[in-house]
Nanobody, 124 residues
Framework: QVQLVESGGGLVQAGGSLRLSCAASGRTFSTYNMGWFRQAPGKEREFVAAISRYGRITNYADSVKGRFTITRDNAKNVVYLQMNTLKPEDTAIYYC?????????????????WGQGTQVTVSL
């Protein structure tokens, strides 16, 4: 099992940047593909980005391509989501998730472990 704790959320103006971090417990972090998802009020959870075990493969939602970057540091057991040029529509709770069943999967059903989430609010 792996436990995930997100941090780095907050309030930022449109056009600004934030970097989210997700710290994982355990010694097997590199065996998991990692993903970020988000859920806005009244909306379903949606895929944001995913990264393979050693970072060679990444996937992004079309809505964040060119603005968000997912990376990982297996030595530190951390996955990051660098978010630039933020827009009000990026406002959501952002969740980190771990998957051992597919390579950088974009479906939430492929992830077995989830963090508690961190709030990101982008103001005009």
């Amino acid at each position: 099992q792996v436990q995930l704790v997100e941090s780095g959320g907050g309030l930022v103006q449109a056009g600004g940047s934030l970097r989210l971090s997700c710290a994982a417990s355990g010694r097997t972090f590199s065996t998991y593909n990692m993903g970020w998802f988000r859920q806005a009020p009244g909306k379903e959870r949606e895929f944001v980005a995913a990264i393979s075990r050693y970072g060679r493969i990444t996937n992004y939602a079309d809505s964040v391509k060119g603005r968000f970057t997912i990376t990982r540091d297996n030595a530190k057991n951390v996955v990051y989501l660098q978010m630039n040029t933020l827009k009000p529509e990026d406002t959501a709770i952002y969740y980190c998730a771990a998957s051992s069943s597919a390579v950088a999967p974009m479906s939430g059903s492929q992830y077995a472990y989830w963090g508690q989430g961190t709030q990101v609010t982008v103001s005009l």
